[in-house]
């Protein structure tokens, strides 16, 4: 009978090891591109059912991972559509009738890592049905998502941040804001207003919590049809002579942009940091 020593067996069980890892690890990546992006330069990345997380982080590339995941993964898609000074990425399911994957149990995860300090379009980072997660970035910001949360903080630059049926959280921003939300609450910190541009809040049936450096400087408009509204600057609140709901309108400091908060059925706070 042949015998093997102690050293080729673990020389075995180690080769095994590693090839298990490398095929876990190509696993775990079905998407990683690298870009080499320079400043000004646009990232778009776009799901359709999956998370989309971003986050800024000490490195030269933005590197972009998908992970597919669910029992159909393998009839989904992840398209690279990137070119010069533009990072565009994107999901695509079946759309022949023959390979229709309306039930299809498929999602993707993507994980961009973007380079501290640099300044960014992110013109579109959106997912249909998950939630959507960007921090440490700069530049002007889109995160949208259809059914799922959106969430942005410590971010450098203005921010566009919206979902359809989930809330919206915008916290500790250096720059104007626009937070929206149908079916959900909004809630935003902001911490210093840079640029002039105009800020806007609004849920047509959640509450509105915004706080605002206490050198804000704006023509104010604040309205709920159903809902209380609380503010620490001053400005004179009215109730409705038709309903339950209330508003304010004024000005404060020399009014030098917009602001304009609203709920259809919700409570409304605007306060000072």
């Given at each position: 009978?042949?015998?093997?020593?102690?050293?080729?067996?673990?020389?075995?069980?180690?080769?095994?090891?590693?090839?298990?890892?490398?095929?876990?690890?190509?696993?775990?990546?079905?998407?990683?591109?690298?870009?080499?992006?320079?400043?000004?330069?646009?990232?778009n990345?776009r799901?359709?059912?999956?998370?989309?997380?971003?986050?800024?982080?000490?490195?030269?590339?933005?590197?972009?991972?998908?992970?597919?995941?669910?029992?159909?993964?393998?009839r989904?898609?992840?398209?690279?559509?990137?070119?010069?000074?533009?990072?565009?990425?994107?999901?695509?399911?079946p759309?022949?009738?023959?390979?229709?994957?309306?039930?299809?149990?498929?999602?993707?995860?993507?994980?961009?890592?973007?380079?501290?300090?640099?300044?960014?379009?992110?013109?579109?980072i959106?997912?249909?049905?998950?939630?959507?997660?960007?921090s440490?970035?700069?530049?002007?910001?889109?995160?949208?998502?259809v059914?799922?949360?959106?969430?942005?903080?410590?971010?450098?630059?203005?921010?566009?941040a919206?979902?359809?049926?989930g809330?919206?959280?915008?916290?500790?921003v250096?720059?104007?804001?626009?937070?929206?939300?149908?079916?959900?609450?909004?809630?935003?910190?902001?911490?210093?207003?840079?640029?002039?541009?105009n800020?806007?809040?609004?849920?047509?049936?959640?509450?509105?919590?915004?706080?605002?450096?206490?050198?804000?400087?704006?023509?104010?408009?604040?309205?709920?049809?159903?809902?209380?509204?609380?503010?620490?600057?001053?400005?004179?609140?009215?109730?409705?002579?038709?309903?339950?709901?209330?508003?304010?309108?004024?000005?404060?400091?020399?009014?030098?942009?917009?602001?304009?908060?609203?709920s259809?059925?919700?409570?409304?706070?605007?306060?000072?940091?």
């Amino acid at each position: 009978m042949k015998r093997f020593s102690p050293r080729l067996i673990a020389q075995a069980t180690l080769a095994c090891l590693l090839l298990s890892l490398m095929a876990l690890t190509a696993l775990a990546q079905d998407f990683q591109r690298s870009y080499s992006l320079s400043g000004g330069g646009s990232i778009n990345v776009r799901n359709i059912s999956g998370d989309v997380h971003v986050t800024g982080y000490d490195g030269q590339a933005v590197v972009v991972t998908g992970v597919k995941k669910g029992r159909n993964a393998d009839r989904v898609t992840i398209e690279d559509q990137s070119s010069g000074n533009n990072v565009n990425v994107r999901v695509r399911y079946p759309e022949h009738d023959s390979d229709r994957c309306n039930d299809c149990d498929a999602s993707v995860l993507f994980e961009v890592k973007v380079p501290r300090g640099v300044n960014y379009r992110y013109d579109a980072i959106s997912s249909v049905s998950g939630d959507v997660d960007v921090s440490g970035v700069s530049g002007e910001l889109t995160a949208k998502s259809v059914s799922g949360e959106v969430t942005v903080k410590d971010v450098s630059g203005a921010v566009h941040a919206s979902s359809v049926s989930g809330n919206v959280h915008v916290g500790k921003v250096g720059g104007t804001v626009s937070a929206k939300s149908t079916s959900g609450n909004v809630e935003v910190e902001i911490v210093s207003l840079n640029g002039a541009g105009n800020l806007e809040f609004g849920s047509v049936s959640g509450n509105v919590r915004v706080k605002l450096p206490d050198n804000l400087d704006a023509e104010v408009s604040l309205s709920t049809m159903s809902g209380d509204l609380k503010t620490d600057f001053p400005l004179t609140i009215e109730k409705s002579k038709w309903g339950s709901g209330q508003k304010a309108n004024g000005r404060v400091g020399n009014g030098t942009r917009n602001l304009k908060m609203s709920s259809v059925s919700g409570d409304l706070s605007l306060l000072r940091q």
